[in-house]
Each structure stands twice: as structure tokens, then as C-alpha cells.
């Protein structure tokens, strides 16, 4: 496996405070998990963290804006930029950090359980 890039493991580092804090590649970037639960981006040498309607409203009051996968298009995912301070404060980045991983555990539970498809045998019907 690939080590980290140090920035990378800098901001595992930090976000551990809120719990297992991992980092998988994806699409460019590096998403992060605290445990287990999706709750930021590094990408382009910056932290983006997960927004939904309960906080996009904080990020809207400090003028972070959100995340452009492809910056000569228009589109924006639900990630914004994390305020400078959660790396010097620690209750700031219980509150914005915390925010975030609370934002995805909220989209854990709206996403409909799927059918379970695998491990389930069907009958076999014998013709006469």
C-alpha cells in the first residue's frame, strides 16, 4: 500500500481527537473517515468538510465555499472549505470537524437499505 502523503497523514492526525480518523484514495483526493463514517476531502492541498442542510448554513456565514471537482465547470459537491483554525484550536475542530462527521452520519441513515441479493439460493423447480 501506498504511504500517505504527509499532509495527508498531518490531518489523520488531527481529526483522530474525534476517532479513528482513515484516509482512502478517490477520484484525485483523499476522503477521510472517522470511524468509518465519511467526513472530509483533501484535495489539492486542502481540507473540504461534509456539509448538509444543518451546517452549509456555517460554512455559508464564514464564506467557505464548497468544493469544485472540476474547476472550469460550475458543479460543487457538498464539501466546503475548513475554516484555518481547527489545526491551532481543538474545540474548533471538535465543532467543525464534529459537524461534519455528524452531517455524515446523517446521510448514513437517509441511504434506503438495499435488498440483499448475495447468499440467497433460489429454489429449483423440477419440470415434468
Known sequence: MKPLPP???????????LGDATARF????????????????VADGAVFLKGDAH???D??????KAFKPFPDQDLVMK????????????????QWVGGALEA???AVKKKPAGKRTVGKAKKATKKK
Open 7 to 17: 499532509f495527508v497523514g498531518f490531518v489523520l492526525e488531527q481529526f483522530s481527537l
Open 59 to 64: 460554512f455559508d456565514a464564514r464564506g467557505l
Open 26 to 41: 478517490m477520484m484525485g483526493g483523499y476522503v477521510v473517515y472517522i470511524d468509518s463514517v465519511v467526513c472530509a476531502l
Open 104 to 106: 455524515g452520519r446523517r
Open 79 to 94: 464539501y466546503f472549505e475548513a475554516p484555518p483554525e481547527i489545526f491551532e484550536d481543538p474545540d474548533a475542530l471538535r
Open 55 to 57: 451546517n452549509i448554513p
